[in-house]
Nanobody
Framework: QVQLVESGGGLVQPGGSLRLSCAAS????????MSWVRQAPEKGLERVSD????????FHADSVKGRFTISRDNAKNTLYLQMNSLKPEDTAVYYC?????????????WGQGTQVTVSS
C-alpha cells in the first residue's frame, strides 16, 4: 500500500532553515508528481510546492517563492522541501502528498504530517 512518511520538522527561530523529507513506498515513485501541502492553525490547506515526476518542473506558492525549494531523488524514493528564511507565518503542519499523474494534478495519498513551528 502507498505510504508517505515525513520527517525533519521542528522548532526554529525566524530566519532559520529546515529541510523536510518524505520517504515514499508502495508505488512507483518516479512515475508521479509530488507535492507539499501545509495547514496552519485554524486555517485551510495551502498547496505550497509541486514537482513533476522527472524533476523537470517545479512550482511554488507566492507565499514561499524564493525561500522554499522542492526537490526529489527518484533513486531513493524521497521528496524534499528545503525551507530558508522561515517566518512565523510558516508555522503549520506540513504534508507530503502524491499526485495522480506525472504532472501537477489532484492529490490522492497523504502522509501523516510533520509540525514546523517558527518562533523566537
Amino acid at each position: 500500500q502507498v505510504q508517505l512518511v515525513e520527517s525533519g520538522g521542528g522548532l526554529v527561530q525566524p530566519g532559520g532553515s529546515l529541510r523536510l523529507s518524505c520517504a515514499a513506498s508502495g508505488f512507483t515513485f518516479s512515475n508521479y508528481a509530488m507535492s507539499w501541502v501545509r495547514q496552519a492553525p485554524e486555517k485551510g490547506l495551502e498547496r505550497v510546492s509541486d514537482i513533476y515526476s522527472n524533476s523537470g518542473s517545479t512550482f511554488h506558492a507566492d507565499s514561499v517563492k524564493g525561500r522554499f525549494t522542492i526537490s526529489r531523488d527518484n533513486a531513493k524514493n524521497t521528496l524534499y522541501l528545503q525551507m530558508n528564511s522561515l517566518k512565523p507565518e510558516d508555522t503549520a503542519v506540513y504534508y507530503c502528498a502524491k499526485d495522480t499523474t506525472s504532472w501537477i494534478s489532484a492529490l490522492d495519498y497523504w502522509g501523516q504530517g510533520t509540525q514546523v513551528t517558527v518562533s523566537s
